[in-house]
Structures are given as C-alpha cells and as structure tokens.
C-alpha cells in the first residue's frame, strides 16, 4: 500500500466516521441527552455538571425561531448523510400528480420506535420526494419540544407539534402536513417479525 493509498484511506475512513456522527444526530439526540442529565444528577454540585443543566434549561426557554446559517448547513448535511445509511429509496407512481399549489394531509404507516424517517425524508434538505412534498410540515408529539436535545433541530427540520390548533393553522396557512395516525402507541400493535414499507 503506498502512502498515496494510505492517507486516501485515512480521509475516507475520517468521512464516514462524520457521516456515522451525522446519522447519529438522528438516533442518538434522545438517548444522549437522558444519559448527559443523569450523569450530571449524579456529579453535582460539580461546575461541569451545573454548567451542563443550566445550558439545557436554557436551550428548553430559548425561542423556537429560524437556524442559524452553520446549523442549515449541518442540517442538510445530516439529512444527505442519513438518507446515504439508511438506503433511502423513494417511489412515486406519477410525480406529476401531486401539484405544487395543492395541500396535502400525508398519512405515514408504520410509525417506529425511533422515528428516523420522518425528519429525515419531510424537510427541505430531501431532494427524494416530489417539489410539492419537500418543504412539508411534520407533525410530532409536543413531547419533542419539551427535550432540548430536539427541540431546536426538529423544529428547523420543519416539525410542529400535533396538536388541534397547529394543524389547523398549517392548513389554513396553506402548508402541507405529514403525520402518522397510530403514532407511538401502535408500536406496541406490531407484529413482531413483519417488516415492510412505509406507506404514504
């Protein structure tokens, strides 16, 4: 192997292990966050471990607004990055049919345990799905904007909560709207060895 070879292998093995961050950005949020907050708990009084819950109170009372330009850039970064890994294909039977000055109500089935695919495929960054679909607004559990590690991304991703009011003022405002009827709770209906597509 020559050194040409070597620092080729470096760079992309740097790239990839990136890409896996950016994808992770997805999975991990959640799982990161409750584990960074325990183990702060258990460190206080700590300066590191007050520092940590003080920046997550802030960022929970931190006004939802528009990204900054570098998290614009990580966004679509981690969207591509997260389509990549996950071998996102979309099938559209007649792209022509679902037209730009239309509002649509997209039902997603089934819903996960970890939903990837919905920040991941319905935002701006996804150059996958129809021009009418792309700038789509998602619509999630007001769970998500209680947690800090998602209440600013998801919010930039173009996800609002699924509450009565919100939906009606999407589709008032003319905004397409993504949500998944069963939602959590009909994880616990699945069956356990199916696997199958998701279905718009």
Known sequence: ?????????????????IRMLAVSFWVGQIIGQTIGTIVALYFLPNLLAVSFLAFQILNVLWPLGKAPMLMERFLNFSVQSAMQYFSL??????????KPDQTYVVGLEPHSALPTALPMMFNKYC?????????VKVLATSTVFYLPATRHPWYWLGIRSIDRDTFHSLLAAQNSVVLVPGGVSECMLMEKDGCGPALL
């Open 127 to 135: 150059q996958a799905l129809p021009q009418a679909l792309q700038d």
């Open 1 to 17: 192997m020559t050194d040409l070879q070597v620092v080729l292998s470096c760079k992309e093995l740097l790239l990839e292990g």
């Open 89 to 98: 294909k979309v099938i559209c039977e007649d792209y022509d049919a679902i």
